[in-house]
């Protein structure tokens, strides 16, 4: 699903993001994304979103490589990825249903569907109670499955998380993160950017390690073939 062969991004200024990555994630796998602040994770998450382009190297993601993807193209490969955020950036102008309503309004599906589609990923995260709320009323657990759902009712074949428990306590984040086993366990790739080590060392799922933009570790518990 994603594959990264050589990957390097230079900022202008000299600025190395990432140098020499190469890692491959199965479809339908979970893996974390770590290292320490600086270390090129959010670059890397930006070059699968496409919203940054590989110095050198191929960047492929289902299939397309994106380092030769055209502009035109580019809508079409983000509406196959979700993106979950740690500060979740809600609308606090707009109810619970219409935050997760946004990504399939600007995709142009109808009014019917719309509503089928966010009542089914607020009932994934435990918020059909909710939908009417404005989500400034939620605690920052609710929040962030309201992120989560936004990022899901696509129904996107990947999702990618950049610190989605960084501001959680442990028994939220457990929580959060049995949400994203759930989407992984009925196929979605799940890709997660955290720094949390203690919360990763107790799950099952193969690791990224980058330090100063070099991949330094692609493996893990679940020690299956790649």
């Given at each position: 699903?994603?594959?990264?062969?050589?990957?390097?991004?230079?900022?202008?200024?000299?600025?190395?993001?990432?140098?020499?990555?190469?890692?491959?994630?199965?479809?339908?796998?979970?893996?974390?994304?770590?290292g320490h602040s600086g270390a090129g994770k959010s670059?890397?998450?930006k070059l699968i979103m496409v919203m940054e382009r590989a110095s050198t190297g191929q960047v492929i993601v289902g299939g397309r490589n994106l380092s030769k993807l055209a502009v035109r193209h580019i809508p079409e490969v983000r509406r196959e990825v979700g993106v979950v955020f740690q500060n979740h950036q809600l609308l606090f102008d707009r109810s619970v249903y219409d935050n997760v309503a946004l990504p399939l309004i600007i995709a142009g599906y109808g009014h019917r569907d719309v509503g089928r589609r966010v009542r089914a990923a607020l009932d994934k995260v435990g918020l059909l109670d909710k939908e009417r709320k404005n989500p400034v009323t939620l605690s920052g657990g609710e929040q962030q499955r309201v992120g989560i759902a936004r990022a899901v009712v696509n129904k996107p074949a990947l999702l990618l998380a950049d610190e989605p428990t960084g501001n959680l306590d442990p028994q939220l984040s457990a929580e959060?993160?049995?949400?994203?086993?759930?989407?992984k366990q009925v196929g979605v790739t799940v890709?997660?950017?955290s720094h949390d080590?203690?919360?990763?060392?107790?799950?099952?799922?193969?690791?990224?390690?980058?330090?100063?933009?070099?991949?330094?570790?692609a493996g893990g518990a679940d020690n299956g073939p790649e």
């Open positions: 699903m994603i594959q990264f062969d050589q990957v390097s991004k230079r900022y202008e200024g000299g600025h190395e993001a990432l140098t020499d990555v190469s890692f491959h994630i199965p479809r339908g796998e979970m893996r974390f994304l770590t670059t890397l998450l959060i993160m049995h949400l994203f086993e759930q989407f890709l997660i950017a080590l203690a919360l990763i060392a107790r799950m099952p799922y193969r690791l990224l390690t980058l330090r100063n933009g070099r991949l330094v570790t």
